[in-house]
T-cell receptor
Framework: SQTIHQWPATLVQPVGSPLSLECTVEGTSNPNLYWYRQAAGRGLQLLFYSVGIGQISSEVPQNLSASRPQDRQFILSSKKLLLSDSGFYLC??????????FGPGTRLTVT | SQQGEEDPQALSIQEGENATMNCSYKTSINNLQWYRQNSGRGLVHLILIRSNEREKHSGRLRVTLDTSKKSSSLLITASRAADTASYFCATDEGSNYQLIWGAGTKLIIKP
């Protein structure tokens, strides 16, 4: 069966510090991978998606970047965090026209 | 961008009652999906309805789709405390890669 892992679960970082969030998927090949951000009590904002290794599409200009170094690994990064980067970050995968499967999320607080 | 709009934004009902949430969207779709999110967790897929379907059931869930009105509803029958969560609709907008998300309905089931 497929499993998606995200870590860390929670993170508190000072403004200006770097960020690296990792997401890995097991049990599937060549998935589409997604990074979302969710502000408190709000819906999902798509940040990046990837349809293959090294292929990244950015949906929103921002202080973040994404990379997909391996088929089932998706990394969200920032060189210098801003207060506005605080939020709940979710990784998801899907294949074809089917539903998306979400990881447990990372709660990021920038102080 | 957000295409789906859920209504109401929040709903509080007594345990055992039925809960109905609505979703409207703006463009043509291949399918519409409903997800549940417990507080602080990732999203869980509930049900997918294709554009050529009008109604779909899964346990206590019933989803309807009216493509002429570009709207869908999610009915949860005989609600339970464990149904307390936020519910999101998402549409594919004809894309194989992205889902467009609504802002969600926060459902509270009172014991």
């Amino acid at each position: 069966s497929q499993t998606i892992h995200q870590w860390p679960a929670t993170l508190v970082q000072p403004v200006g510090s770097p960020l690296s969030l990792e997401c890995t998927v097991e049990g599937t090949s060549n998935p589409n991978l997604y990074w979302y951000r969710q502000a408190a009590g709000r819906g999902l904002q798509l940040l990046f998606y990837s349809v293959g290794i090294g292929q990244i599409s950015s949906e929103v200009p921002q202080n973040l970047s994404a990379s997909r170094p391996q088929d089932r690994q998706f990394i969200l990064s920032s060189k210098k965090l801003l207060l506005s980067d605080s939020g709940f970050y979710l990784c998801a995968w899907k294949t074809g026209f089917d539903e998306q499967y979400f990881g447990p999320g990372t709660r990021l607080t920038v102080t | 961008s957000q295409q789906g709009e859920e209504d109401p934004q929040a709903l509080s009902i007594q345990e055992g009652e039925n809960a109905t949430m609505n979703c409207s969207y703006k463009t043509s779709i291949n399918n519409l999906q409903w997800y549940r999110q417990n507080s602080g967790r990732g999203l869980v897929h509930l049900i997918l309805i294709r554009s050529n379907e009008r109604e779909k059931h899964s346990g206590r869930l019933r989803v309807t789709l009216d493509t002429s009105k570009k709207s869908s509803s999610l009915l949860i029958t005989a609600s339970r405390a464990a149904d307390t969560a936020s519910y999101f609709c998402a549409t594919d907008e004809g894309s194989n890669y992205q889902l467009i998300w609504g802002a969600g309905t926060k459902l509270i089931i009172k014991p």
